[in-house]
């Protein structure tokens, strides 16, 4: 048994190297003997996880050579390969999860349906699936194969073989030269951040564009290290994605939203394949942490009701009154209702309908749920009364809405 262990650890080892995806082994008996993961499955879908055993009965009643490709009832995708030993299956190998489509919004909003989770973790649910790696369905048979090579014969140990190192000459002129070529633009990157910084603290998304347009290349430093311009450019994106992290929470962004923006941009950084992706990347980390200010920042309102906006925000598909969420933060209702008010210029009442009423219009332009499931995931159990709230705010039906939106 413990040439076994060393045998699947050198190969769970070897695929989430060369593969970069989370891989387990999985004994018959359902239990995770050993993992090498990079993915913590959200709360919400954690208790749900397709059943070991299963798969293992799957791959049983099957040849050696098979490898198993299925998707859950999240969208999440695995492949699984026995691990034989003398036509004996001792247990199986299981990677992923990662995605061969896009996770569009739409997508998202049909994982949410189908499974029926809340609406309210919507947000870290995009988070979590944008995170996973996408990879072709060539790619997605390359890594089958390559697992069913890997789980039929013992892994043999590699010898490396290393060349003498030569030591580099320090040229101190060279180094002057490129001390003094690179000063202005370090000095200009320095400025930069704090210009960026103060634009996602206030959620100044347009006046963020204007400057990146500006700056194109002022994070592209590869020379940092010579033989990797890919590592030095990674390695500064994820000072990028720290910086973001830091202004966002000094604009009163709630940590669990920080979280997982951050979260899922460290780890779209550095699985980057290249320069140009990590190109495109920068922008899109750059407008997601200033529009997540400019939705969800707090930092306007007092303690009180920064407390209440949170609890509304992450909580909008439950039953919400004034009386319950005074109860849940510990205050006087009355007081509650006059600094909310105060501070927001809107009844505790207007503001749930309001935010209800935004993430309806999102899955009414999907057009794959009806006005009725629509409702009740945002949280209204009267058809009737969503539609005269909804036309409060949108000036249209959930019908006229879905059909020609303002």
């Known amino acids: 048994m413990d040439n076994l262990y060393e045998d699947f650890h050198d190969t ?85 999860p990662f995605l061969t489509n896009i996770p569009s919004s739409d997508w998202i909003s049909q994982v949410i349906m189908i499974n029926n989770l809340p609406i309210s973790e919507r947000n870290h649910l995009q988070a979590f699936y944008t995170s996973l790696l996408m990879i072709s369905s060539s790619d997605s048979d390359q890594i089958g194969n390559l697992l069913v090579q890997l789980s039929l014969h013992p892994p043999i140990q590699s010898q490396l073989i290393t060349a ?51 700056t194109v290349n002022i994070f592209i430093m590869p020379d940092r290290i010579p033989e990797s311009p890919l590592r030095s450019t990674k390695n500064i994106f994820f000072t990028l994605n720290t910086l973001c992290r830091i202004a966002a929470e000094r604009g009163g962004l709630h940590p669990v939203y920080i979280h997982h923006i951050s979260e899922k941009f460290s780890i779209m950084i550095e ?15 750059l407008e997601e942490y200033c529009a997540a200010v400019n939705t969800y920042s707090t930092s306007m309102y007092g303690p009180i009701v920064k407390e209440a906006v949170a609890y509304i925000q992450f909580n909008l598909e439950r039953e919400l009154s004034l009386k319950g969420i005074a109860s849940e933060l510990h205050v006087n209702p009355a007081h509650l209702s006059r600094k909310f008010l105060q501070e927001t210029n809107q009844t505790i009442i207007d503001f749930i309908n309001q935010k209800r009423i935004e993430e309806a219009k999102q899955y009414l332009l999907t057009g794959t749920m009806s006005i009725t499931e629509i409702a009740l995931m945002v949280g209204y159990n009267d058809l009737n009364y969503f539609g005269r709230v909804f036309k409060k705010f949108t000036s249209q039906t959930p019908r006229e809405f879905a059909k020609n939106p303002l």
Request: charge should be neutral.
């Open 164 to 214: 003498e190192v030569i030591t580099a000459k320090l040229d101190k002129e060279q180094l002057k030269e490129n001390i003094e070529e690179h000063q202005t633009i370090i000095e200009m990157r320095y400025k930069l951040e704090k210009q960026l910084m103060h634009l996602i603290e206030n959620g100044d998304i347009n006046k963020l564009q204007d400057l990146m347009k500006r």
């Open 12 to 96: 769970c080892a070897l695929v989430q190297s060369v593969t970069k995806q989370d891989t387990r082994f999985i004994g018959l008996d359902g239990v995770v003997h050993f993992q090498l993961i990079q993915h913590s499955l959200p709360i919400t879908i954690q208790h749900q996880v397709e059943t070991y055993s299963a798969i293992a009965e799957v791959i049983q009643a099957n040849p050696p050579q098979s490898y198993y490709y299925y998707t859950n009832s999240y969208g999440l995708e695995y492949i699984a390969v026995g691990y034989w030993r003398q036509e004996k299956l001792h247990g199986y190998f299981l990677v992923g």
């Open 271 to 285: 699985r980057a394949p290249n320069l140009p992706h990590l190109n495109k990347l920068r922008l899109i980390i």
